[in-house]
């Protein structure tokens, strides 16, 4: 089982931008594909953007096409997502999830074996 760490998250005006990083202690990460999900108070988790075990297959939410970006370099064990044009309504605790199924697949699961503890993003308007 994989075990994820994610960091980057902070406070930031609306409009701005952050970059979060999912680590994961895996010697085989390029067979795993990796998703962020975001779940703000009240509210079920939302899935946000994945990628495949290459990096060839993205899929992201309606919600943040256009704006958000999701890349890994495996080199580094690591899976990024650049966040740009921040709104108040992106506020909400970011988790990465990790599993050896298609990247696809990541929009209607949420019973992952590996998640991350989640890192806040909070915009302010």
């Known amino acids: 089982q994989v075990q994820l760490v994610e960091s980057g998250g902070g406070l930031v005006q609306a409009g701005g931008s952050l970059r979060l990083s999912c680590v994961a202690s895996a010697r085989t990460f390029t067979t795993y594909a990796v998703g962020w999900f975001r779940q703000a108070p009240e509210k079920e988790r939302e899935f946000v953007a994945s990628i495949s075990g290459s990096g060839g297959s993205l899929y992201y939410g309606d919600s943040v096409k256009g704006r958000f970006t999701i890349s890994r370099d495996n080199a580094k064990n690591t899976v990024y997502l650049q966040m740009n044009s921040l709104k108040p309504e992106d506020t909400a605790v970011y988790s990465c999830?990790?599993?050896?199924?298609?990247?696809?697949?990541?929009?209607?699961?949420?019973?992952?074996?590996?998640w991350g503890q989640g890192t806040q993003v909070t915009v302010s308007s």
């Open positions: 999830a990790a599993d050896r199924i298609a990247p696809i697949l990541f929009r209607n699961r949420r019973d992952f074996p590996s």
